[in-house]
């Protein structure tokens, strides 16, 4: 909004130019977000806390210590993470830019589907929510929207194209395929976080990572020289999305202050499937999938550790890990709970890194 204010009037205001650079309006994205959050946190949590009457509910077959630590934890804190991205991105962005308010919707459309079922779980003192065939259904039908309408806004020439990392080349036209290809990844990276998020800021600080790896994606992508040399594709307004991620990272900062150990609130499916969902549409948007599953490599080995776990135990009745997801399998050998945090925290800057080098080494 401040863009589209303040600039037209910039020839008659010189320092009102600065709103014409990303870096400026991503930096402010990241601080109003930040700001948001510790404005509305405290009220939020309170509300929360007295409207659910107990919290989150605690599955009884996880770790024995959650039972005692978690329990009466206010879930939905991912209200506050919705409202940060969304005032900031709102404030900062270029409103006339499609792949914003693709991101934007996506992202909140997905926290509406959250937070149905977070509400279902606390109203019901459950930890069943909506019926799983319902949640995938709503999911795959706003990523069908959001992906329809980003290959509207993408030149024909890479719209329906996945190009791989490390090669400066090869780039493979999934032709009508891509739609139902993006919008498994889209949904498929919602989930993925969704499961991970299962200790206190263990998916927060991912997330943040991979947000900050789009960041240079995206501006990369959407600048034409900087595209050129790094041989990627260039997608004329994606460099915009710098912005939403800016939001992202900045309303996540402001989250983890309230969710840090021992955390006064959960950010519940309201806030994990919306960030899920907001990572899988910039990859798509940037054209960028493979990229994700490896900045994202954490949420993928947690996916693949609870998809090998159901295989195997309905295939010879054991169990590969003493619990999935797999950071729960660490807590029951004995790993304290933060010492998994952080240690996955470590893994994911490392893969982030790896994500960002493919930018380089084509």
Known sequence: MLYNLLYPISSEYSFLNIFKYLTFRTGGAIFTALIVCFLIGPKLISTLKQMQHGGQPIREDGPESHLLTKKGTPTMGGLMILAGIAVSTLLWADLKNGFVWAAL????????????????????????GLPGKLKLLLQFSFAGLAVWYITELTPETVA????????????????????????????????????????????????????????????????????????????????ELSVFCGAMIGAGMGFLWFNAPPAKIFMGD?????????????????????????????????????????????????????????????????????????????????????????????
Not at 113 to 125: A, E, P, Q
Request: with cysteine.
């Open 105 to 128: 919707l996506l992202t909140l459309s997905y926290g509406l589907i959250g937070f149905l079922d977070d509400y279902l779980k606390v109203s019901k003192h459950t930890c069943g």
């Open 160 to 239: 329906t194209g996945l190009t791989f990392p490390f090669f400066k080349k090869i780039v493979l036209d999934l032709w009508v395929f891509y739609v139902p290809f993006a919008m498994f990844v889209i949904v498929g990276s919602s989930n993925a976080v969704n499961l991970t998020d299962g200790l206190d800021g263990l998916a927060t600080v991912p997330m943040m990572i991979v947000a900050a790896v789009f960041m240079i994606i995206a501006y990369m992508s959407g600048h034409v020289s900087f595209a050129s040399y790094l041989q990627l594709p260039y997608i004329a307004g994606t460099g």
């Open 270 to 362: 309201t806030g994990s499937l919306a960030l899920g969902g907001a990572l899988g549409i910039l990859s798509v948007a940037t054209k960028h999938e493979i990229v994700l599953a490896i900045a994202g490599g954490l949420f993928v080995v947690e996916t693949v550790s609870v998809i090998l776990q159901v295989i195997s135990f309905k295939m010879t009745g054991k169990r590969i890990f003493k619990m999935a997801p797999l950071h729960h399998h660490f807590e029951k050998l004995g790993w304290h709970e933060q010492t998994v945090v952080v240690r996955f925290w470590i893994i994911s800057m490392i893969l982030g890194l790896i994500a960002l080098s493919t930018l380089k080494i084509r």
